[in-house]
C-alpha cells in the first residue's frame, strides 16, 4: 500500500514557475514508478509527466515538453514536479500516482493522491 499526499500548488501570474511535490508513505517508494497528472474543469485527466523507479527515463506530454520537469528522491520518499513558464492553460488540479510500470496512461496506476490546485492569472 502507498499513500501519496501532494503539495505546492497555488495563485501563480503567468509565466512563473513552481515546484509540486508528493511525498510518499510506504517502504517500497523506490519500485514504483511515478506519474503527474492533471485535470481542468469540464476536462478529462490527462498526463503530464512520469519517471521510471531509478530516476530515467522520463516522459512528458507534449504540451509541457521543454517547460516542466519530474524527478524524484528516492531517500525522501518523494517526486516532484517543477513547472517553469507557466501558462494560463496549465491551470489544474495536479495529481500524482504510483505504479508498477511506467506509463503514460492513467489506467496503469494504482495509487493517487488527492491532488494540488495550480491555478494561473494572466
Known amino acids: 500500500q502507498v499513500q501519496l499526499v501532494e503539495s505546492g500548488g497555488g495563485l501563480v501570474q503567468a509565466g512563473g514557475s513552481l515546484r509540486l511535490s508528493c511525498a510518499a508513505s510506504?517502504?517500497?517508494?523506490?519500485?514504483?514508478?511515478m506519474g503527474w497528472f492533471r485535470q481542468a474543469p469540464g476536462k478529462e485527466r490527462e498526463f503530464v509527466a512520469a519517471?521510471?523507479?531509478?530516476?530515467?527515463?522520463?516522459y512528458y506530454a507534449d504540451s509541457v515538453k521543454g517547460r516542466f520537469t519530474i524527478s524524484r528522491d528516492n531517500a525522501k520518499n518523494t517526486v516532484y514536479l517543477q513547472m517553469n513558464s507557466l501558462k494560463p492553460e496549465d491551470t489544474a488540479l495536479y495529481y500524482c500516482?504510483?505504479?508498477?510500470?511506467?506509463?503514460?496512461?492513467?489506467?496503469?496506476?494504482?495509487?493517487w493522491g488527492q491532488g494540488t490546485q495550480v491555478t494561473l492569472s494572466s
Open positions: 500516482a504510483a505504479g508498477p510500470v511506467l506509463r503514460t496512461t492513467s489506467g496503469m496506476y494504482n495509487y
Open positions: 519517471i521510471g523507479w531509478s530516476g530515467a527515463p522520463t
Open positions: 510506504g517502504r517500497t517508494f523506490s519500485t514504483f514508478a
